[in-house]
């Protein structure tokens, strides 16, 4: 039986992430306009060159061409027995021209207070329309254009509304329980997590790890960081902030605790992180004996370690950038990363590799595809 439905909200309803908890139990598709736009715009096709021109040039795709882009996509081969589609329809002309057939709409209700509360709570380093003025204008935006298509749908008895200031796992419940036997059979039950996880992120100096540990830290997921050891011993004892004094640390931390120091030194930290949350972030691993160190003490724990690469020159100019620590750039401390901390063998065996070589927004994006595996494996 084809299956196909569409999630709506508005931005920090949660949209992606019950989105994704339905793709796995319902082993269905979940895409969203963003990421077929953006597979579209690399190909080399007439089509792929307007919507990267469009995307490029700040603009949003018009009704018409969006529609038949959607369409077009959706007409491919994976998703014939269904999908579950998030960010279209997002007008009433796109609604009501839409020729693929809609099972139910999923409209998660959030209140606009709360909704403000998470996105503007974020921060600014997400998206540079992420103020509170932004904010607000997205959600009327919301309000004028989209709201009028979960009530195009009310009166095609096909919309279901949940609340979306409950708990991940009672609004995906909520969800599972209104879409009923008749969509979704009888062995589908309200997800949950199965393990402790470790996020390691690694990497060399500049290549991104802070933007990346701070993107996945604004979930609510704790984050220790096994550098600012070295970084607060430099500071208390007042030493000069240079690579050949974080080399000599290094070496004194490791002749007392072994190659797994920061791992040794942060064992409890992580350990009672661990008791009160499910997921925990690691700023960042170096040496490979860290993460066997962790998988002896803690043996329960699934730890999935990400890479992130830049070329050096971007790197460089990143670093040169920082208000703290911003002559820490160049080849020695590389090498001293990849050989003398034995970061090496941790790298190259990372779960998953994010290539920072583009902008933020790219970044983020394949982060959250990233992120969305691990987190629901």
Not at 75 to 101: C, V
Not at 183 to 211: F, P
Not at 330 to 348: A, H, I, Q, S
């Amino acid at each position: 039986m084809v299956k196909r439905f569409v999630v709506i909200g508005i931005q920090g309803s949660g949209k992606s992430t019950q989105g994704t908890l339905l793709s796995h139990q319902l082993k269905l598709p979940y895409l969203s306009t963003g990421h077929i736009f953006r597979e579209l715009a690399k190909e080399k096709s007439p089509m792929g060159r307007y919507i990267k021109e469009t995307l490029n040039a700040g603009l949003l795709i018009p009704d018409d061409k969006a529609i038949e882009i959607v369409e077009k996509y959706l007409n491919k081969s994976e998703y014939k027995q269904g999908y579950i589609l998030d960010g279209f329809p997002r007008t009433i002309h796109q609604a009501k021209e839409f020729s693929h057939s809609v099972d139910k709409i999923i409209f998660i209700d959030l209140p606009e207070k709360e909704a403000l509360w998470r996105i503007a709570g974020r921060g600014d380093e997400t998206r540079t329309d992420e103020t509170v003025t932004g904010v607000q204008k997205r959600i009327q935006l919301f309000n004028d254009v989209t709201l009028p298509v979960v009530d195009f749908y009310k009166k095609q008895n096909k919309l279901i509304t949940v609340d979306g200031s409950e708990t991940i796992k009672n609004i995906n419940k909520e969800i599972l329980k209104q879409l009923g036997k008749e969509l979704i059979g009888d062995k589908v039950h309200a997800w949950t997590r199965q393990y402790k996880t470790i996020i390691g992120v690694v990497g060399l100096n500049g290549s991104g790890k802070t933007e990346i540990v701070e993107w996945i830290s604004k979930k609510d997921i704790p984050v220790i960081r096994f550098g600012q050891i070295i970084n607060d011993y430099i500071d208390e004892h007042k030493l000069e902030n240079t690579e050949e004094i974080h080399k000599k640390i290094r070496v004194e931390f490791r002749k007392k605790y072994g190659m797994a120091a920061m791992a040794v030194i942060n064992r409890k930290k992580i350990t009672v992180v661990l008791k009160k949350n499910n997921i925990l972030i690691i700023d960042s691993f170096h040496s490979y004996e860290e993460i066997v160190y962790l998988n002896k003490q803690l043996p329960k724990v699934n730890i999935v370690i990400i890479g992130v690469w830049d070329k050096s020159s971007d790197r460089f100019n990143r670093i040169k950038k920082r208000h703290y620590r911003g002559d820490l750039a160049g080849k020695e401390r590389d090498f001293n990363e990849v050989l003398d901390t034995n970061m090496g063998p941790t790298f190259t065996l990372a779960d998953y590799m994010i290539i920072n070589d583009s902008t933020k927004e790219e970044l983020y994006h394949k982060l959250e595809n990233v992120y969305r595996e691990i987190y629901f494996s």
